[in-house]
């Protein structure tokens, strides 16, 4: 069965700081990961997807994640945090065999001080 | 196009009642997904439609529950009768094939208190 795991329920960065948010997966297949992010009384949007290839995935606003197989890990990045970016961000992972069904971390509320 | 409707955007009842959600999914799509936030669970599937047929519904809770999809354009999750732990936000979501590189529209959801 497949599962994320999201380190730190709550990440607090000043602005203009790198952001880390942390997510590891376990799959006994090749992966599909996902990252969400859900705004205020909003629902979820998608940030950006790993399939295959490039294992460095550029989303929108300017975050990226590195698919690291090795570490099992998905982790999202981004240079500068902006007061926008405060949100809350879920990690997702999905297989071939499970359809369109996405598993979903317990989600890391992101906080932006200014 | 507005995206993925949902009504009513807040509900509240009393133990015992019934409770159904509503969504619009977009148009054209042929996917439909129903999921459930709670503090304690986090994100959780309940249910997902491919072209109206529902195929996996193992994350619906227990028999209480139960969601229908009679077209394209609408679908209900109903909750009989309604308990105070099932409070919490649903969200439904839809995506053009239900491929797992397809990406997935949120609603707003539906934030549901049982008293």
């Known amino acids: 069965a497949q599962s994320v795991t999201q380190l730190g329920s709550h990440v607090s960065v000043s602005e203009g700081a790198l952001v880390l948010l942390r997510c590891n997966y376990s799959?006994?297949?090749?992966?599909?990961l996902f990252w969400y992010v859900q705004y205020p009384n909003q629902g979820l949007q998608l940030l950006l997807k790993?399939?295959?290839?490039?294992?460095l995935v550029k989303g929108i606003n300017g975050f990226e994640a590195e698919f690291k197989k090795s570490e099992t890990s998905f982790h999202l990045t981004k240079p500068s945090a902006h007061m926008s970016d405060a949100a809350e961000y879920f990690c997702?992972?999905?297989?071939?065999?499970?359809?369109?069904?996405?598993?979903f971390g317990q989600g890391t509320e992101l906080s932006v001080k200014p | 196009d507005a995206g993925v409707i949902q009504s009513p955007r807040h509900e509240v009842t009393e133990m015992g009642q019934e409770v159904t959600l509503r969504c619009k999914p977009i148009?054209?799509?042929?996917?439909l997904f129903w999921y459930r936030q709670t503090m304690m669970r986090g994100l959780e599937l309940l249910i997902y439609?491919?072209?109206?047929?529902?195929?996996?519904d193992s994350g619906m809770p227990e028999d209480r529950f139960s969601a229908k999809m009679p077209n394209a354009s609408f679908s209900t999750l109903k909750i009989q009768p309604s308990e105070p732990r099932d409070s919490a936000v649903y969200f439904c979501?839809?995506?053009?094939?239900?491929?797992?590189?397809?990406?997935?529209?949120f609603g707003p959801g539906t934030r549901l208190t049982v008293l």
């Open positions: 439609f491919n072209n109206n047929v529902p195929i996996d």
């Open positions: 148009s054209g799509h042929n996917s």
């Open positions: 790993y399939t295959t290839g490039a294992t």
């Open positions: 997702a992972v999905s297989v071939d065999n499970q359809g369109g069904k996405l598993i």
């Open positions: 979501a839809s995506s053009p094939t239900g491929r797992i590189l397809d990406e997935q529209f």
């Open positions: 799959s006994s297949v090749p992966p599909y």
